[in-house]
C-alpha cells in the first residue's frame, strides 16, 4: 500500500475553482492507478475521477464530466483534481485513492489506499 494525504480543500462560491492535490509516500507510487471520491453527508461515497497509473486515460463521474481534471505527476509522487465551475451540490470530503488491480476503477473495494480526506464546501 501507499501512505495518501490530500490537501487543497477549503470554502469556495459558487462557480469558483480549487484544485486538491494529494501526496504519496511509501510503496512507488507510479505503479498505482489512483482515484478521487467524495462523500457529502448522509450520503455513500462516490467515485468522482480515475487517472491510470502511466497517466493517459482518465475517467470521470457525469455529474463532473467538463467540469474537473484529474492529473498525476509521477515523478514528484503526486496526484490533482482541478475542479473549475463549482456547484453547492459538489460540497463533500474529497478523498484520494490508490489500486494496483489494472484497469478502469471506480468502485470504493477496488481501491485499498486512502487518505484522510479534506473538506470541500461551495456556498450558493
Known amino acids: 500500500q501507499v501512505q495518501l494525504v490530500e490537501s487543497g480543500g477549503g470554502l469556495v462560491q459558487a462557480g469558483g475553482s480549487l484544485r486538491l492535490s494529494c501526496v504519496a509516500s511509501?510503496?512507488?507510487?507510479?505503479?498505482?492507478?489512483m482515484g478521487w471520491f467524495r462523500q457529502a453527508p448522509g450520503k455513500e461515497r462516490e467515485f468522482v475521477a480515475f487517472?491510470?497509473?502511466?497517466?493517459?486515460?482518465?475517467y470521470y463521474a457525469q455529474s463532473v464530466k467538463g467540469r474537473f481534471t484529474i492529473s498525476r505527476d509521477n515523478a514528484k509522487n503526486m496526484g490533482y483534481l482541478q475542479m473549475s465551475s463549482l456547484k453547492p451540490e459538489d460540497t463533500a470530503v474529497y478523498y484520494c485513492?490508490?489500486?494496483?488491480?489494472?484497469?478502469?476503477?471506480?468502485?470504493?473495494?477496488?481501491?485499498?489506499?486512502w487518505g484522510q480526506g479534506t473538506q470541500v464546501t461551495v456556498s450558493s
Open positions: 511509501g510503496r512507488t507510487f507510479s505503479s498505482y492507478s
Open positions: 485513492a490508490a489500486t494496483r488491480i489494472l484497469g478502469l476503477r471506480t468502485n470504493v473495494h477496488d481501491f485499498d489506499s
Open positions: 487517472i491510470s497509473w502511466s497517466g493517459p486515460s482518465t
